[in-house]
């Protein structure tokens, strides 16, 4: 994003700073470019006006320590969904509500 664009909001699922349980080769490659590559969190907060980041209390990969770095980097509300895994497909997950709600809240049409 170019420098000094601010954007009204940004919803994040399962979102990292530390992972687990990567064991395959897919696994690995997929993480690759979240994993190898800094992210600017300073630049996160100063460019995203409001930021809401969901997690379940069962992902196989993403730490629950996470959600503090999200709320205590990036600013974000924490959103704890129950027994989602990683909100795939393989976990059951087609629809996510508490992100509709999450996107309407950051537009103003949801308090």
């Not at 190898?36 to 995203?48: G, L, M, S, T, Y």
């Not at 409001?50 to 730490?63: C, E, G, H, L, T």
């Not at 909100?87 to 997950?93: A, K, Q, R, V, Y």
Request: negative net charge; charged residues 30%.
């Amino acid at each position: 994003m170019p420098e000094g664009v601010k954007i009204g909001g940004a919803v994040f699922v399962a979102g990292w700073y530390n992972l687990r349980n990567l064991e395959t080769d897919d696994e690995k490659r997929i993480a690759g470019p979240w994993v190898n590559e800094p992210r600017d969190d300073k630049k996160i907060r100063q460019a995203v006006n409001r930021a809401i980041a969901i997690f379940s209390d069962n992902d196989p990969f993403v730490i629950p320590e996470n959600q503090k770095s999200w709320g205590k980097l990036i600013g974000a509300k924490i959103i704890v969904e129950h027994q989602k895994g990683h909100f795939s497909g393989d976990d059951g997950i087609k629809e996510l509500p508490s992100a509709l709600e999450a996107l309407l809240e950051i537009a103003g049409e949801k308090q």
